[in-house]
Every structure is written in structure tokens, then in C-alpha cells.
């Protein structure tokens, strides 16, 4: 085992503060990571502060993971040290399930292994993350960093950017498509540029009017405000396809009245019950409701692939360790635009006790 610097909580709703933790010696699959950037993302935040009831203490988040491998166990083929790298949500899982055999590792039948607060499927015991200086990690779930993708941006791509990816990819958004994103914060600006970077025609559903130019320099082509009765009536099935990125409970009516014959509406951020759907305007133009859950590796990997070539990344802004519990109370007054990137180096000369 080895020692290294992180930033992790002690207790529900504690900053977080500098400490050392042990990471594993490797096994003959793993992956050692040096991690020079890691992105905040509003789940750790959730976990830091024990919103889900869950949380394990002491907490170190952070599943946007980017860095250089440092170390390689006896039987790793994919990796060699030097090679730049990035690592998810996710850090292992059963690999022999259907869905693991289908590439879909976040819907393990076993359950996977998240990144932080997860349960070592050897040990026993709890996952650290990103917060840190070092990782290790199964190299089934270690991602390999095109060369053209700006490593600084690429850590969000691993949760924001897959959770959005997946439905526009399960559902064949591209060429012709309408459609529409509902909200406009990390995962809907990311929803955004990859859509127009499929060849999509995309509106952004608000509430406020103060982000129809961001959403348009964004590549939105039209911005709709929910808040507008006119103007929602008006835009009654336009829609192939919307894309939700409301992260609480709220009403999906007056959005399934925007789509038309066929049209599907995918929940990527609420994890909470959601307020009545009435069931006619599903039975209207066969409408479909769905959801979807971040994305597995291939996915993943296809999405850093398509990224670097298309140069879409997301918008960030850098901050060194010291201010992650800043970064965090502003993520929570959403006054960022719109993912917070930690740059890891600043964690080498913090003093821990």
C-alpha cells in the first residue's frame, strides 16, 4: 500500500480538509494513476453533506479523473506508464452479467463499484476518489485520453458528458433531429454542444430569459421559456426527442406536450419522485417517458473519441484545492458556468496533519 495527499470530509456537512489516505498495492489488473485534474461534480457535494443517507466517512470525492499512469499491474495489456488516462464514475463491477458483457457496467446486475463511497469488491472497503493525488484502478475502467482532447476540460466529459451522451446516442439523435433540453446548467450546456455537434437542431427550455445568449453561443439554434404559456402552446409538438436535466422534483406535463408522434422525454437528472403525469398525454402520440444512468465504457470511450475530433468540451473554470469548499457553495448557487476543474497539482505542497 502506499500513502498520498487528498481532500476529503469527516463528517455530514463538514468542509473538506486536507488528509492522507492509503491506496492499494497493485493487483495484477490494476492501473496506478497520477491525477493532475479532477472535476467537482453536484453528486459530490450530495455525498460529502450525507443527502442520500449513504455516505461513509471519511468521504473523498471526485469520479472526473484525469491523469497519467504512474504504474501497471503483471497483466495489464491496455496501459503503459506515461499514457494519459482518465477514470469515471465507476471503478469496477461484476464483468459477467449481461449488462456487463453488453458494455453497460452501470446497470451491473451485481451492482458496480462507484468511484468513491463504493464497497472494494475484494476488501470490503470503502472507494476514494478523484480528491487526491493518486488512484487504482481495475483496468477494465480506466479510459485512455485522445491526444487532441485538452486534459484540463476532458474530466467532466466522464460524468456530465456520458450522462447526456447516452440517451442523444440510445436514441439516434443526429441529422434532422429536433430537439429540446430542458435546463441549461453542466449537464444541459453539455447536452447542448454534443447535440449540435450530431448535426441536431436544438432548443433550450428555460425558465429564465437571462440565459437565451448563453444558450445561444452554445450552438442553441431557438430558446423556449417554460415560464411563457404563449409561447409553450405554440411549440406543442415540435420535438423529437427532450432531454431533462432538471436535477428535483417538478412537472414533466407541459414538456410531453412539446413532443410529437413518437417523441421520447429522458430524465438524466431528477433521482426523486416526480409530480403526476397525466397518462393521455402519453397515450397522445404514442409519447414515451424514460431515463438513463451515466454510461458504460465503451460509450464513454466513444464519447472522449468523438470530443477530441469534434473539439466539444465543456465550459470550466480552474480552481486550485484550496478552493474546493468555495467551489462547492457556489456549484450549490449554481453560480458557475458551468463545471468546476480541480487542478490536482495544487494538492503536492498542502501540509496535512
Avoid at 454510461?295 to 473519441?305: I, N, R, S, V, Y
Wanted: charged share 20%; glycine share 10%.
Amino acid at each position: 500500500m502506499t500513502t498520498c495527499k487528498a481532500f476529503g470530509a469527516c463528517e455530514a456537512h463538514a468542509d473538506l480538509t486536507p488528509m492522507h489516505i492509503e491506496r492499494r498495492a497493485l493487483r495484477e489488473h490494476d492501473v496506478a494513476i497520477d491525477i493532475d485534474y479532477c472535476g467537482i461534480c453536484h453528486s459530490d457535494a450530495h455525498a460529502v453533506h450525507n443527502d442520500w443517507g449513504t455516505t461513509v466517512y471519511p468521504c473523498v470525492p471526485g469520479h472526473e479523473i484525469v491523469g497519467r499512469v504512474s504504474a501497471v499491474g503483471a497483466h495489464v495489456t491496455r496501459y503503459k506508464p506515461g499514457d494519459r488516462v482518465a477514470v469515471g464514475c465507476l471503478v469496477d463491477s461484476c464483468q459477467a452479467c449481461p449488462s456487463c458483457e453488453g458494455g453497460q457496467e452501470q446497470n451491473c446486475a451485481k451492482g458496480p463499484t462507484a468511484t468513491y463511497n463504493g464497497k472494494d469488491r475484494h476488501t470490503g472497503e470503502t472507494t476514494l476518489g478523484g480528491y487526491s493525488e493518486r488512484i487504482v484502478v481495475r483496468e477494465q475502467f480506466v479510459l485512455r485520453v485522445p491526444d487532441a482532447l485538452d486534459v484540463r476540460y476532458a474530466g467532466p466529459l466522464l460524468c456530465a458528458g456520458i450522462t447526456v451522451w447516452t440517451p442523444l446516442r440510445r436514441y439516434g439523435v443526429g441529422e434532422g433531429s429536433k430537439i429540446a433540453v430542458v435546463g441549461l446548467g453542466g449537464l444541459g450546456h453539455m447536452a447542448v454542444k454534443l447535440a449540435v455537434a450530431l448535426g441536431a437542431e436544438v432548443t433550450v427550455i428555460t425558465t429564465s430569459a437571462s440565459k437565451a445568449d448563453d444558450a445561444r453561443a452554445l450552438g442553441a439554434s431557438d430558446v423556449l421559456l417554460s415560464k411563457d404559456p404563449k409561447a409553450m402552446q405554440a411549440a406543442a409538438n415540435r420535438f423529437d426527442f427532450i432531454l431533462d436535466t432538471i436535477p428535483t422534483r417538478h412537472n414533466v406535463n407541459p414538456y410531453l406536450m412539446l413532443l410529437g408522434r413518437n417523441g421520447v422525454l429522458v430524465l438524466v437528472g431528477a433521482l426523486e419522485p416526480l409530480e403526476a403525469v397525466h397518462g393521455a398525454l402519453l397515450v397522445i402520440n404514442n409519447r414515451s417517458i424514460a431515463g438513463s444512468l451515466i454510461g458504460g465504457l465503451p460509450a464513454t470511450q466513444e464519447l472522449l473519441d468523438f470530443c477530441a475530433e469534434h473539439n466539444v468540451l465543456p465550459d470550466c473554470e480552474i480552481v486550485d484545492v484550496h478552493e474546493i469548499n468555495t467551489a462547492f457553495t457556489r456549484m450549490q448557487a449554481n453560480d458557475v458556468k458551468y463545471r468546476f476543474v480541480i487542478d490536482m497539482a495544487t494538492l503536492h505542497d498542502v501540509k496535512t496533519d
